[in-house]
């Protein structure tokens, strides 16, 4: 269904290459946006990508992971609305609306933009925030250069931690799909200990996060003695890095393995070309999670508050409901 909308020309993109091509041109692209996770979202997902163009010029793109059910079109889109310049975002909006418009629709973006005056002036009067958030918005970013010192930059308590760690005669490796069984039995060993079973992830899952991301998919590995003691799962897109999963053991704790794991990942990460490394979310208001909170804070970089989650839906009962049930839809 290609059309336009006040000039802007919606086009249907199914090539990967043509997608990240073009994604790589606009100023807020994240690994949520990429073809690959479109890709491994599919088993679940209707995935609809649309580049949106005025005059020919490219203005933008975004990802649909969307549901189609009863003349309903739900989506939950992760990596936002992409864009060459936030001035194109309100004819996106508009194209959007109008490519939809003969369903009943509810659409939810997750924007990796700073939060800032300037991004919300441009947001606020096009799409709707939400009532109820997926993620916290938060995240700690650390730009990597060649003359950073990492360990410098731990806090003293880090710095101590990471000294005992060598200590330990640790080693690490890095690798793709050969370390899956090991990433994923470390990983539910951890979720068992800690009573976190809703957080226990299935083999062939990961499995497919490989397949749709190939050489950007990278797991490091901790060694003691030839045993497991701490792993984590990243995924890449261009020079930009994003940490989406990582366990340890009993013995990785008493071994402050994690403290060795992420100093060696952002020596690796910059020797191999990366300048943005996305330590995934943090959540201050939960006191839950203070503990990940200190660990990922204390290694320095930039805690940064993204633009977060809006939406844009064309009935309100469908979004009150929406909005109750997104957890369990996503």
Sequence with gaps: MDGSFFMVEVRVIENKEDWNSQLKNTVNYNIFSTYEWGNYKSANWKV???????????????????????????????????????????PIIDSIREYYKDYIFNFRFNFYDNKNGENLFNILPLLTIVSSKINSGFSIVHYLEKDIDYIKNMNSNHRYYYKKALKNNLKATFSSTESITDFVDIHNNMTRAKDLQKLRINHQDIINLSNAFNKNFLIETIYFEEKVVASCLILIFEDCAFYYLAASNEDGRKLFASYFMIKELLDYLTINGIKRFDFAGITPYEQSANGVNKFKVGFGGKIVNYLGEFELFNNKLVNVTFNKLIKYII
């Design 48 to 90: 609809e990508r649309l580049a949106f163009y005025k005059s020919g010029n490219y203005l933008g793109q975004c990802q649909f992971l969307i549901k189609y059910k009863f003349g309903l079109a739900l989506a939950w889109n992760s990596g936002g609305i992409n864009y060459v310049n936030a001035k194109y975002l309100s």
